[in-house]
């Protein structure tokens, strides 16, 4: 069974919910990656998010990007991305799918290396899944049929303005979870979540059995108890880059995160 799959089913055995942080890889380095990696897992993540920087992202808000930047600007490639994850998946706190990784990244990333190459190194590297969000569903049947084969996790989005007929197809071909996109726009933190997102969701869980999973804006642990009885994990990038990027001795960035990740884990599973 996918690690994703194994998380989720222990996670509702419990009664529990996946708090999901968003890393970049190479920032501000593999090595502080994969530090930070352990720590926000100590803190209490259930799955890693790792950002395949790209020169041209589509969803990402400035601070995500910025993280971006820095990256290639230190010369991160593609197979330095790939062997991050292999040492954070590799880390004994996240070890034999203990916590799952998943790839975030543009689709030209995987197209410049073949659908087939990509998955197959993927794997190899420890990554259970892949959220690609430039992908449309109307071309996402042969890369989510090659994933299918190999029990890799090719997770769609849903937003806002999804239309409902086009929501249930994104929903029917998605694997492992359904990120539900909090907003309008790009990512980054705001003050407030809209009102919609609750209808929506409660509409989604008609409509899959997948987890729903919310990203986009989550900062705050006021955000956190709106979202614990009617979402499944939650997923945090901004405000945790926002952390990486002060450029604070590596020590500092790691007990600032650390802190972060555990005032909102602690209100999304307070009993």
Known sequence: MNAIDSLFSR?????????????????????????????????????????????????????????????????????????????????????NGKVPV????????????????????????????????????????????????????????????TPRDRARKIAKLSTGFLYCVSVTGITGTRDRLPDELLEQLAWLRTETELPLCVGFGISKPEHVRTLRDVADGIIVGS????????GRPLD??????TELVRSLTGELNAK
């Open 11 to 95: 996670l509702r055995a419990s009664g529990r919910k996946a708090f999901i942080p968003f890393l970049t890889a190479g920032d501000p380095d593999v090595s502080g990656t994969v530090r930070l990696a352990r720590a926000v897992v100590d803190a209490g993540a259930s799955i890693l998010e790792l950002g395949f920087p790209y020169s041209d992202p589509v969803a990402d808000g400035p601070v995500v990007q910025a993280s971006y930047t820095r990256a290639l600007d230190r010369g991160i490639k593609f197979d330095d991305m790939l062997a991050c994850g292999k040492q954070a998946a590799a880390a004994p706190e996240l070890a």
């Open 102 to 161: 998943v790839a975030m990244l543009a689709y030209s990333l995987i197209h410049r290396r073949g659908g087939k190459q990509f998955l197959d190194q993927a794997i190899a590297a420890g990554f259970s899944g892949a959220i690609v969000p430039d992908l449309p569903l109307e071309e996402a049947g042969d890369l989510a049929a090659l994933a299918k084969e190999r029990d890799f996790k090719l997770i769609q989005l849903v937003t806002p303005t």
């Open 239 to 246: 405000a945790i880059v926002r952390q990486v990027a002060q």
């Open 252 to 257: 500092q960035t790691v007990a600032a995160v």
